[in-house]
């Protein structure tokens, strides 16, 4: 099983604020979130995350090696790291709905985001198949990873919510990858 996890909280998360590249710590209650997720991949047989912080502060609270791989760092939002989402940023957003392709500026396209995670999965996909494998990562990351799953276009993560401190399951058999859950959030306090 591949088992996605989305980080804890941060200020940027409570504030509602586009969160990229930034790489702001868990607040309290993202700490309390991610001690509530460490029963839930209890056992598992790999633990990777992306490379900022929040992640693997989440990570360290499961009390097991934790590899670090940059494929599961969030998207780029470039001059939108740390903006509010609100209104005004609603033509870049149609631009971005639009085409997959379209990079915001100084950012990153989610397509871009589903080629490095694509290829992250199926690296992962033989060792989910007998052992779980913990990935905590953030919301991009994630959608492509159930894009990459249900073997739809990137423009589909836009019909996706996460909550921080989620847990996503997908998993492995003979015929691929298979969604087994989403957004899980019933270990959360």
Known sequence: MLILVRHGETEANAQRLLLGRADPPLTERGWEQARALAPVVAGA???????LRRARETASAFGLPVEVDERWIEVDYGELDLRPVTHAWVPLWEKWRADPEWVPPGGESLASVGRRVR????????????????????????????????????EAAWRMFLDVGSVTRLGMGERGPVLRSFNERHHLP
């Open 45 to 51: 047989g790999l633990v990777r995350a992306s490379p």
């Open 119 to 154: 290829e992250a999965c199926e690296e992962l996909q033989g060792t989910a198949t007998t052992a779980d494998v913990v990935v905590v990562t953030h919301v991009s990351p994630i959608k492509a990873s159930v894009t990459w799953a249900l073997q739809v276009g990137d």
